[in-house]
């Protein structure tokens, strides 16, 4: 076999970008950073950063969620840390030209977690936001408030943040992925908020309590009640054993 050449291949860099998601005020919110540097410097982007030569994928990616947020990643084994997030593998992103530094390929993760606080800015971060997604996306047909077009998200930012809505709206319809955005103790109308936020629409109470509570282990009851919803004390309810929701809940037509 012939000896391997290392400089016969272009070098690239690696980045982890993340799709960190939140329901705030009955919406479904994406966290956005306005860069600080150059390329894009002024422009919102999806929070991440380069990998590191002495760290995997998945290391990067939580780092990057502790710098950017002060969150840490669930993982699958262990205890999981107090408000942990749930981190998952997205897509790839490989585009030659969506860096004009360089080559970068990105690797970005999905990351839900309950209502947040105010994000802090870090790293090459000038400022950071939560906004509701759909005013992301639709940053590039807005207009500021001096009348003006906004800019859209930084690289192809609007395209990883679209592949990374989808993959929650999908995947709440036949797991429990929707529990990720709920405190560890929920009832089952702040769960039906989660599903209205990330869906964008208006679910029958009495109809979602039935299919979420007709699959044994999906959720289990704590045997607390609250009133923090108002009115009559509701039962507290925890994510159970069960992964999967059967049957699915299809999401309604819009």
């Known amino acids: 076999m012939p000896p ?8 690239f860099a690696v980045t982890v970008d993340l799709v960190v998601l939140t329901v ?3 919406a479904l919110c994406a966290l956005a950073v306005r860069r600080g540097e150059p390329p894009f410097q002024g422009r919102w982007a999806l929070p991440g950063g380069f990998v590191r ?10 780092r990057e969620l502790a710098e950017e947020t002060g969150l840490h990643a669930q993982s699958p084994a262990g205890p999981s840390p107090v408000y942990g997030a749930h981190l998952e593998q997205l897509a790839t992103y490989g585009d030659p030209q969506r860096d004009p530094r360089m080559r970068v390929v990105s690797v970005a993760h999905l990351v839900l977690a309950p209502d947040l606080p105010a994000p802090t800015a870090g790293g090459d971060a000038h400022s950071a936001r939560w906004a509701p997604v759909e005013t992301l996306l639709e940053q590039d047909d807005a207009l500021t408030r001096e009348g003006e077009l906004a800019a859209p998200l930084a690289f192809d930012h609007a395209r990883i943040l ?22 560890p103790e929920f009832t089952v109308g702040e769960l ?22 007709g699959t044994p282990g999906f959720l289990v009851p704590t045997g ?12 507290l309810f925890r994510a159970g054993g069960a992964t999967l ?8 037509e819009v």
């Open 4 to 11: 391997y050449d290392p400089s016969a291949f272009p070098p």
């Open 24 to 26: 705030r005020r009955h």
């Open 53 to 62: 030569g002495d760290e995997d994928l998945e290391a990067a990616a939580a």
């Open 162 to 183: 679209a592949d990374g809505v989808e993959r929650a709206r999908s995947k709440i319809e036949y797991s429990s992925l929707a529990t990720a955005f709920c405190p």
């Open 192 to 213: 039906r908020r989660v599903y209205e936020a990330v869906w964008a629409v208006a679910l029958d109470p009495r109809n979602f309590h039935r299919k979420v509570t």
């Open 224 to 235: 607390g009640t609250t009133t923090r919803q108002g009115g009559r004390p509701a039962q």
């Open 245 to 252: 929701l059967n049957p699915p809940m299809l999401r309604p």
